[in-house]
C-alpha cells in the first residue's frame, strides 16, 4: 500500500475540494447591497415602528439627562422623579402597557395576584407593601413597601429583571416603561386614598354607588 499511499491522499486531496458546501455559501444579501427583489432597489429594510430602541451608552452621547431617562438614574442613583411631565395621556398610555404586559403577575390592582400567580408562580410583592395571602414567600425586594422606592428603581427592574421577573428591555420602549412607572404609582396612591383627596366629580359619584 506504501506506494500507493501519497497517490490516494493526493486523491481525496482533489475530490474534498469538490464537496457542496449550500448550507455555507448561500445565496444572500451582504449589508447595504442592491436589491431588483424590492421597489426600493435596496436590500436593506426599514425598521418597524413597534421595535424597540437600544440605546447604546458606548457608542451615543450621554448626559445627565440621556442618564435620567434612558437609565433610570440621577448623580449615580435611582432617580426620584420622572424625566418628563406626567398626564393623564401618559397615565392612560401606562394603564394599557401595565394591563398587557404587568397583570399576568402583578394583578389589575397590584396586589401580586395575577393569574399566573394564581396557578403556582412566585408571587411578586404588591407594590403597596402588603404581602400576597399565600403561603409562599414572595420575591425579594431591598425595599419593605415599594411605595418608598425612587421610581428609578421600578425602571431598572423592568429593563433588567429583578428575581422570578426577566428583563423587558426588548420588549417595552423607555418611554413606556415610565409611563407604566407612572401608572403604578397611580395604583398606590388609589390604594390608600381617602374621600376627602378626590376630585368633587369623584366624590359625587361615591355618593351614589353609596345609595
Known amino acids: 500500500m506504501r506506494p500507493w499511499f501519497p497517490l490516494m491522499t493526493a486523491c481525496l486531496a482533489v475530490l474534498s475540494t469538490g464537496c457542496r458546501q449550500d448550507m455555507y455559501d448561500q445565496p444572500r444579501y451582504e449589508p447595504q447591497e442592491a436589491s431588483k427583489f424590492f421597489t426600493d432597489g435596496k436590500s436593506d429594510r426599514p425598521i418597524l415602528p413597534s421595535v424597540v430602541h437600544r440605546p447604546d451608552p458606548k457608542t451615543e452621547p450621554r448626559d445627565e439627562l440621556y442618564d435620567h431617562y434612558n437609565l433610570g438614574i440621577v448623580d449615580g442613583e435611582p432617580a426620584e422623579t420622572f ?16 394591563q398587557i404586559y404587568c397583570t399576568p403577575c402583578h394583578g389589575e390592582r397590584g396586589d401580586g395576584q395575577g393569574m399566573i400567580v ?6 411578586p410583592p404588591p407594590f403597596y407593601g402588603e404581602r400576597p395571602p399565600t403561603g409562599k414567600s414572595p420575591a425579594a425586594t431591598i425595599y419593605a413597601d415599594l411605595r418608598e422606592a425612587p421610581v428609578g428603581h421600578f425602571f431598572e427592574v423592568i ?3 429583578h428575581g422570578a421577573m426577566y428583563s423587558y428591555a426588548s420588549r417595552i420602549g423607555v418611554r413606556d416603561r415610565w409611563s407604566i412607572i407612572a401608572y403604578v404609582r397611580a395604583l398606590q396612591l388609589s ?3 381617602t ?3 378626590l376630585p368633587q366629580q369623584d366624590r359625587d359619584q361615591l355618593s351614589k354607588v353609596s345609595r
Do not use: H, M, N
Open 191 to 193: 390604594r390608600y386614598a
Open 83 to 98: 424625566p418628563f411631565p406626567i398626564d393623564r395621556t401618559v397615565l392612560d398610555r401606562g394603564r394599557q402597557r401595565y
Open 159 to 161: 429593563t433588567k429583571g
Open 118 to 123: 394564581k396557578r403556582g408562580f412566585s408571587p
Open 195 to 197: 374621600e376627602s383627596e
